[in-house]
C-alpha cells in the first residue's frame, strides 16, 4: 500500500510516497480503509526526527484517521464493528496511508450528520481536549477557560467543548481574523496576543482563569501562573516555544495552583481506550447533534503532504488540515 514516508529527518521537502507492507489486523485490531488522515504538530516534530512513533506502531506518520472497516481481527468482534461501518480513530501513528490496522479500543463510528472525510478532524482532538480539560483540569460549568492558540485544530476543538458544558472560554489568537472564527465557535473574550498582555486581559474580564489550556510552554508557564485565578489548574500538552520554563513556586502557592503536562500518543493502548469510551459517552452526543463539529482548514491529496506539511507550519490556517488518499 502507498504511505507518507520520512527517509530522513528535515523539512517539509522529505516527506514522499512511497510503498510499505498493507496493514494487517491482529489480535483484538479492525482494518480501516482511510478515508482522510489529519495533520497534526506531532507529525511535524516526528518528521523533523524530534518525536518518533510508540514502538509497534508504524514509522511513517499520522495520529488519526477517518475511513470504512475493511477487516475484523481476533478478538475483536466483541467490540460490535463490522466490515462496512463508517469510523474514526486514534493511532499511535500510520496514518499518512491507504490502510492501517488500529486496536478496536481506539475507534468510533462516525455519526451519519459528520462527512466521513471530514471525520478525521475529531478523534486526535477530541481525545486530547476532553482527556486534558475534562477529566484532569475537571472544567465545571460556570468556570473560565483559556485556550492558547484558539484557532488551531485544538483550539477549536477546546472552544466548542468549553461552550457546550458551561464554561466562559477566552482564547488567545494573532489576528482578527482568527479571533472571529473563535467568537463565532463560542468564544467569549478575544485576546490578540500580538498586542495585548494576556495576563492582564484575563484579570480584567474575568479575576482569572480556572483552567488554562497551555500548547506553548517556555515563558508562558510564569505567565499562565500569573493568569490564574485562585484553585486554578494549567493543563499542558505541547511546547511550541521550548521545554526549557521556569516556575515561581510562591506564585503557584498563593494561588493554590496544579500543573499537569501530558502526552497522549505515548499512552498505553488500555489508556487510550478509556478516554475514547469517556468520549464516546460524553462528547459523541455533542457530534451526532451538530453541537460540535470539526473544522476544517484544507485537505491535501496525500501525495501533497509536504505542502500540508507547510500550512501547518506558516500557522495561517484555522481548524485542521486534513489528507485524503
Known amino acids: 500500500m502507498k504511505a507518507v514516508l520520512v527517509r530522513t529527518p528535515g523539512d517539509a521537502s522529505v516527506l514522499e510516497i512511497g510503498e510499505v507492507p498493507d496493514a494487517v489486523p491482529g489480535e483484538g485490531e479492525v482494518l480501516i480503509d482511510v478515508a482522510a488522515a489529519g495533520v497534526n504538530r506531532a507529525d511535524v516534530s516526528q518528521r523533523e526526527g524530534h518525536y518518533p512513533p510508540p514502538p509497534g ?35 499511535g501513528g500510520g496514518g499518512y496511508a491507504e490502510r ?10 462516525v455519526p451519519e450528520t459528520v462527512d466521513l472525510v471530514d471525520a478525521a478532524a475529531l478523534p486526535e482532538v477530541v481525545a486530547t481536549v476532553w482527556s486534558n480539560v475534562f477529566l484532569l ?25 468549553g461552550r457546550a458544558f458551561g464554561a466562559r472560554v477566552a482564547v488567545t489568537a494573532r489576528s482578527a481574523e482568527k479571533l472571529e472564527a473563535c467568537r463565532e465557535l463560542g468564544a467569549d473574550i478575544l485576546i490578540d496576543y500580538s498586542q ?49 520554563a521556569s516556575l515561581n513556586l510562591n506564585a503557584l502557592m498563593m494561588k493554590r495552583g496544579t500543573i499537569r503536562s501530558t502526552s497522549l500518543r505515548a499512552r498505553p493502548p488500555a489508556e487510550k481506550a478509556e478516554i475514547i469510551a469517556s468520549v464516546r459517552e460524553n462528547v459523541w452526543p455533542l457530534v451526532e447533534n451538530g453541537s460540535v463539529r470539526p473544522v476544517i482548514a484544507a485537505r491535501f491529496p496525500l501525495a501533497q503532504a509536504s505542502e500540508a506539511h507547510r500550512l501547518m507550519e506558516s500557522s495561517a490556517h484555522v481548524g485542521k488540515i486534513l489528507l485524503v488518499p
Not at 475511513?67 to 467490540?79: F, L, M, Q, S
Not at 482569572?208 to 486554578?232: E, K, P, S, T
Request: aromatic share 4%; glycine share 16%; charged share 20%.
Open 57 to 91: 506502531s508504524p514509522e511513517w506518520p499520522g495520529l488519526e484517521v477517518s475511513g470504512v472497516i475493511a477487516g475484523v481481527g481476533p478478538g475483536a468482534e466483541a467490540a460490535g464493528f463490522a466490515v462496512g461501518d463508517r469510523v474514526c480513530a486514534l493511532l
Open 100 to 109: 492501517v490496522a488500529v486496536p478496536v479500543g481506539q475507534v468510533l463510528p
Open 137 to 161: 483540569a475537571e472544567l465545571r460549568a460556570g468556570e473560565t477557560l483559556l485556550v492558547h492558540g484558539g484557532s488551531s485544530g485544538i483550539g477549536t476543538m477546546a472552544v466548542q467543548l
Open 196 to 244: 495585548d498582555d494576556f495576563v492582564q486581559r484575563i484579570k480584567e474580564e474575568a479575576g482569572g482563569a480556572d483552567v488554562i489550556l497551555d500548547v506553548v510552554g517556555g515563558d508562558y508557564l510564569d505567565r499562565n501562573v500569573r493568569a490564574l485565578a485562585v484553585n486554578g489548574r494549567i493543563a499542558n500538552i505541547s511546547s511550541l516555544a521550548g521545554g526549557q
